[in-house]
């Protein structure tokens, strides 16, 4: 696949196809993802990948704790404020994405049971989560940004997809226990990833993105 087209033609997949993924395919996945930049090649993910009764498990306990409302144990703060501008782009994709998918965005409970899919890893057969060893460094949280970019563009080159969650995380205290997962990691984010169900609505769904002459400054050229 043509490199552009590829990083174009990227998204968030939230429907997938009942396909397996081989290990093979997520082994070529993980050696591209590995060649991402860190700070001082500091190398700081360490990565879990989960399919089958493992993965089914997880999926059940994670929801549980959504639906009962169970304290979160994210590892990252989420902002109480987010700046204006950006606060208005979250709150216009929300809207969009309810709408491609025929939710009234009022109402509250499809609202509610659209956002339980997240814990079923939008019913994906595997789950990447990706960690690094606390206590947490802006610079590594960088780093695992470029290598989650680098596992989502290297799903879409195969033909595969995969959707970044930070929901899922909200419950890293299950996450580290189902999976043995060391005290010391913290899990940053979970992607789900499978074959993108070509005729899910929601895989239409095209995010928006701000033209470039709105974020780009340009000095001397
Ligand atoms: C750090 C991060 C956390 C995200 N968390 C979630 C999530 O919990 N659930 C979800 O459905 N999408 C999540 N997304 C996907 C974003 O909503 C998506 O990337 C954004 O709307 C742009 O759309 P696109 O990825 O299709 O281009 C997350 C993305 C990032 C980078």
């Not at 549980?64 to 990252?76: D, N, Q």
Request: proline content about 6%; some cysteine; aromatic content about 10%.
């Amino acid at each position: 696949m043509e490199f552009f087209q590829c990083i174009e033609g990227r998204r968030s997949y939230r429907a997938f196809l009942e396909k397996d993924v081989d290990r093979a395919v997520l082994k070529k996945v993980m050696g591209a993802a590995n060649r991402s930049p860190s700070y001082r090649n500091s190398q700081p993910w360490e990565v879990f990948i989960v399919a089958g009764e493992k993965r089914d498990r997880l999926a059940e306990r994670l929801t549980r704790a959504a639906i009962s409302g169970e304290t979160p144990s994210s590892a990252l703060p989420t902002p109480k404020e987010w700046p204006g501008a950006l606060s208005k782009r979250m709150e216009e994709h929300t809207l969009l994405r309810l709408r491609a998918i025929g939710i009234d965005p009022d109402d509250e409970g499809k609202v509610r049971e659209s956002g339980l899919r997240n814990y079923r890893f939008y019913d994906a057969p595997c789950a990447i989560f990706v960690g690094m060893h606390g206590p947490l460094a802006y610079w590594s949280v960088y780093d695992l940004g470029s290598f989650v970019h680098g596992i989502l563009l290297s799903l879409e080159a195969q033909g595969l997809g995969g959707c970044p969650q930070a929901s899922v995380t909200r419950y890293g205290n299950i996450i580290k226990e189902e999976l043995s997962i060391p005290e010391e990691i913290e899990i940053i984010i979970a992607i789900s990833v499978g074959y993108p169900d070509p005729d899910a609505p929601v895989n239409a769904y095209k995010s928006k993105r701000r033209e470039e002459a709105e974020f780009v400054r340009w000095y001397g050229l």
